[in-house]
């Protein structure tokens, strides 16, 4: 994989933020539970030399696979507004001028909702008797380590927030823009701002998705969003039962011309290796094998993606 | 020593109190110089339609309409929420629009923990809807037939 995207020049142009010459793979899915962090630890241990960021910061766990030692851990924090009462004068213009209702104003005072505010600090620009000054708030953490090989970063956000972008921001800027290892983001569930923000910089989109219909769905609604951002994709298929009833997420890829790019079985021997906290690609011959396809396979359409449209 | 008035809501109505300005909440209950029980005045309900026959919007903050109904004039007034859209902190912004109209009470089947502490704070009583109309939830609140809201969930704060 990594030679591949080294060898490729339109990946070279398409220098972002986080990589300028390594590949950065995301791995998404329309809703929790269905194998992110499965698919993203286990392609990062078969590509054996690799950076596995956990964007997941409501949950991660990609850790409790790596057991990184960890070597930093840093504090995230966001600007809040403090508010003065004594200078307050309840003119009320802080609490007009915020665009995320982060303030209200209730017997003559601004009355702030911190897990509201997106710090932008107009709210202390405007405030005509400088009443108000801007303090950090603890938000979450960012811890990385290494794992063998392979370098772990972690994003966690503190417990009641709101959001996690905060952490998000910081995790991603933790990549070196000389890196040369391929990069797999562990995303957050769902199609929100937080996914929005952790796929940014990926150069290709893995979309994980369950055989039933409310999978199909969920699969459906990520596949919009990654079309969206113009990213190319292809679909793991999980927990695919053999014999069983048709794959609605399945029907999904072939109605949709999405590629499928490998399909998970549902068993109990993965199973009880991943509830251990056990890498299956680590362990089993076959899953070694499973996780090494799906890395070639992924490799394959991105060259594919890139030849359509030399743009990217 | 300069008196205040403060509307208390409660849940047989609203409780307008006297008090000196030393006193300043109910713990302060002998500073309290006369109590009279008044039904409220103007009561928010949140809709989808302009219609005062129609149901109550399930959710408070993203509700396209608030109802204001006046019990001393039995008139209706109609405010189109411009928290509606927002892209969040809606309850907030909603409740902020109930204060600033001067409202004694809300009606509604449920509201976010921030919302309700704008509207705690602006000591407007949350009544928990029992469903029918917009028109029957007056009449019951009226009757004194109205529970009180006793929770707030926990808000949706940006997660769609």
Known sequence: ?312 | LEAEHTAFATDKGVAVVETDVAGSDVACISKIRTVEWRRPVKIAIPMIEQDINAGISPSFGRAPWFLFYDTDTSESEWLRNIAADSAGGAGIRAAQAVVDIGTNALITHQCGDNAGRVLSNAKIAVYRSTGGTAKESIDALIAGDLPRLSEFHAGFHGRV
């Open chain 1, 1 to 312: 994989l990594r030679e591949t995207f080294l060898d490729c020049p339109s990946f070279m142009q398409a220098s972002t933020a986080v990589s300028n010459n390594a590949a950065t793979v995301a791995v998404l899915s329309g809703k929790g539970g269905t194998g992110k962090t499965l698919v993203a630890v286990n392609l990062a241990t078969v590509a054996d030399e690799a950076v596995y960021v956990d964007c997941d910061v409501e949950g991660p766990n990609g850790h409790l696979f790596f057991r990184p030692a960890l070597s930093d851990e840093e504090v995230v924090t966001v600007k809040v507004p403090e508010i003065d009462a004594d200078r307050c004068t309840g003119c009320r213009k802080c609490v007009d001028f915020c665009a995320f209702n982060a303030l209200a104003f209730v017997r003559n005072m601004p009355f702030l909702f911190e897990e509201v505010c997106h710090s932008c600090g107009g709210c202390a620009l405007v405030c005509p008797t400088k009443a108000i000054r801007e303090v950090d708030r603890v938000v979450g953490t960012v811890s990385s380590g290494m794992s063998g090989n392979i370098a772990v970063h972690t994003g966690s956000l503190r417990i009641g927030d709101a959001s996690g972008i905060p952490i998000i921001k910081r995790l991603l800027g933790k990549i070196s823009s000389k890196e040369y290892r391929p990069i797999f983001i562990d995303c957050p569930p769902g199609s929100s701002c937080a996914v929005m923000e952790s796929i940014q910089d990926a150069d290709f989109c893995v979309l994980v998705a369950e055989p039933t219909v409310f999978g199909a769905h969920n699969l459906a609604m990520v596949h919009e969003l990654v079309t969206l951002f113009g990213k190319p994709c292809g679909v793991v298929l999980n927990k695919c039962i053999e014999d069983g009833d048709a794959n609605p997420s399945e029907a999904f890829c072939l109605e949709n011309h999405v590629p499928i790019l490998a399909r998970i079985p549902f068993d109990s021997e993965l199973g009880t290796l991943n509830s251990e906290g056990r890498i299956i690609a680590r362990e089993s011959e076959r899953f070694h094998r499973l996780f090494a396809s799906l890395l070639g396979n992924i490799e394959k359409e991105a060259r594919h993606e890139t030849a359509l449209d030399p743009q990217r």
